[in-house]
């Protein structure tokens, strides 16, 4: 019996309005606002300038410490009673650091939205940090983190950020630290970071029915207390790239699986190819119907799953390809991947292809926005970048209208064979041998 499996067609794309952005500035600071009429759940996150890229050397994952320790209580109330009148409102903070921003946030409904505000005030701009707290808050960081780490995957992600950016830059280091830099963390450390970039005013971001919000308020709530003023952005970093291909050993004795890290630096985020590029990965290996999927997949069998992506900041991006496959098709897997990326770059797309990934991409889009957090998130999208206030109205059409003929020539442009940075993290006496006689570039240990 013959099974005979037919991918079913894209359906008709539905209609999608992204809300009106509001930005109101309000004692020192910038309110950035969405009005969703009918929402009686609200969202406001104070986002600020105070991401891992302003963390000192040796202290990666500080911002991570403290957005742990806010939590821990704040000058007028120690950890219990603070967590009391959180959830006397129903809500909780949502506190998180990545490159480019900390963010502080609530949900809560509409008519308590103020009174939320003030708390994420209170914890944002007078943290207790007792000495005692934020040594245990950054004790288990460091205890999750060996845990982590001891997992497949963290040691290649580190080893091949190094080799694009250099690990004597902070983007050249994992964005959540390591283990060591993590324990290295002080006291003074947090403090420190706090007074520095914590009491500016920052932007706040507030997503919900706005007929039940005083803006205004909100501001002077966020605002009233800040210090300082928002310090400057500093301009994108260049697209720096290798002209030959390297591959990057991390011994992991007795696995019985090799970790894949392929990657080579592109543009930031707010680069104007950014659509063109992220079709062109969804293509490649941004999706299970994917180039790579299938190949490394469905035909050879060497994965349960392989993708790629452009990840980009405010200042940096950079194109990488994750797997894992059996050690004895290392080699092979590696010659595949690298092969379909060669040529998606010097073939293009298909419009075939192409009308799945703009359906895909443009639903996925309708789908994410639809909750006034992801709208909230949005909108910080929009600050961080400095992004147009039409941005997202106008990014469904952009995804649904890019040509093959656009797509391909970004896939020309930003994607580099030859300047990848290969990394396999697994048994090098098993695969030493073989990734040396694969051709695939200069062998190098990981440092």
Request: proline content about 6%.
């Amino acid at each position: 019996m013959t099974i005979i499996a037919q991918r079913p067609e894209a359906g008709a794309a539905r209609p999608y309005r992204f809300p009106a952005v509001i930005r109101r500035a309000v004692a020192g600071g910038q309110v950035v606002a969405a009005h969703l009429p009918g929402h009686r759940l609200a969202v406001a996150t104070l986002l600020l300038d105070a991401g891992a890229g302003r963390e000192p050397a040796g202290r990666e994952g500080l911002a991570g410490v403290l957005a742990k320790a806010l939590e821990e209580g704040t000058g007028s109330r120690d950890s219990a009673a603070y967590a009391l009148a959180l959830e006397g409102l129903g809500t909780e903070l949502f506190v998180s650091a990545d490159w480019d921003s900390f963010r502080v946030g609530v949900q809560v409904s509409a008519d308590r939205l103020g009174a939320a505000v003030e708390l994420l005030t209170e914890a944002v701009r007078t943290p207790r940090l007792e000495p005692a707290d934020v040594e245990r808050v950054r004790d288990d960081e460091a205890t999750a983190l060996r845990m982590y780490w001891a997992n497949p995957g963290p040691r290649a992600d580190a080893a091949l950020r190094a080799d694009l950016f250099g690990s004597d830059q902070r983007h050249g280091r994992p964005m959540g630290g390591d283990p060591n830099s993590v324990a290295a963390v002080t006291v003074d450390d947090v403090v420190e970071f706090h007074r520095a970039w914590l009491t500016r005013p920052g932007t706040l971001l507030v997503a919900g029915d706005l007929d039940l919000i005083d803006l205004d308020a909100l501001g002077a709530a966020a605002f009233g207390a800040a210090t300082g003023e928002s310090p400057p952005v500093d301009p994108p970093l260049p697209v720096a790239l290798r002209d030959r291909r390297r591959v990057v050993l991390v011994d992991r004795p007795g696995a019985v699986q090799s970790t894949l890290r392929l990657g080579h630096p592109a543009p930031h985020r707010a680069h104007p190819d950014y659509v063109p590029m992220s079709l062109a990965s969804t293509v490649l290996g941004g999706a299970f119907t994917s180039r790579l999927n299938h190949l490394i997949r469905e035909v050879r069998g060497y994965t349960y799953g392989i993708r790629s992506d452009f990840g980009m900041s405010r200042r940096f991006g950079r194109f990488s390809v994750s797997s894992s496959v059996q050690t004895g098709v290392t080699a092979p897997a590696l010659i595949d991947t690298v092969g379909e990326v060669s040529r998606t770059q010097a073939e293009g797309v298909t419009e075939d292809e192409l009308t799945v990934a703009r359906s895909w991409r443009a639903g996925q889009l309708s789908v994410e926005l639809q909750t006034p957090g992801a709208i909230a998130s949005a909108l910080g999208t929009l600050v961080v970048h400095g992004l147009p206030d039409d941005y997202h109205a106008k990014l469904r059409e952009q995804l649904l209208s890019a040509t093959v003929e656009q797509v391909s020539a970004a896939a020309a442009n930003h994607l580099q064979a030859e300047g990848l940075t290969l990394v396999v993290e697994g048994d090098a006496a098993q695969i030493r041998d073989e990734l040396t006689a694969s051709g695939l570039g200069e062998l190098l240990d990981a440092s």
